[in-house]
């Protein structure tokens, strides 16, 4: 099992920057990969963005892209979400996800947590 902690949500001005963090605990030597979802109210829960844990590769979703950056601290166990020109549209509450290397689907997630941008 990996548990999955978050911070860094919060209010901020539409074109201000905020920083998500997720640290995982647990059996953190299955991870294959790590990323971020987010929901809107009345919408889908959706990727955000994605990062291989073993190579780094990453997975951007096409409104984020150019804005948002995902990076990983394997030492640290943490994926970080770098959220730079934010938009009115990116409020939502944002989530962390893992996949292990038994089966590579995003089977564990953490609390969320409210980003919100005003305009």
């Known amino acids: 099992q990996v548990q999955l902690v978050e911070s860094g949500g919060g209010l901020v001005q539409t074109g201000g920057s905020l920083r998500l963090s997720c640290e995982a605990s647990?059996?953190?030597?299955?991870?294959?990969?790590m990323g971020w979802f987010r929901q809107a109210p009345g919408k889908e829960r959706e990727l955000v963005a994605s990062t291989g844990w073993s190579d780094g590769s990453t997975l951007y979703a096409d409104s984020v892209k150019g804005r948002f950056t995902v990076s990983r601290d394997n030492a640290k166990n943490t994926v970080y979400l770098q959220m730079n020109s934010l938009k009115p549209e990116d409020t939502a509450v944002y989530y962390c996800?893992?996949?292990?290397?038994?089966?590579?689907?995003?089977?564990?997630w953490g609390q969320g947590t409210q980003v919100t941008v005003s305009s």
């Open positions: 996800t893992a996949a292990l290397t038994t089966d590579r689907f995003y089977n564990y």
């Open positions: 647990g059996r953190t030597f299955r991870l294959y990969a």
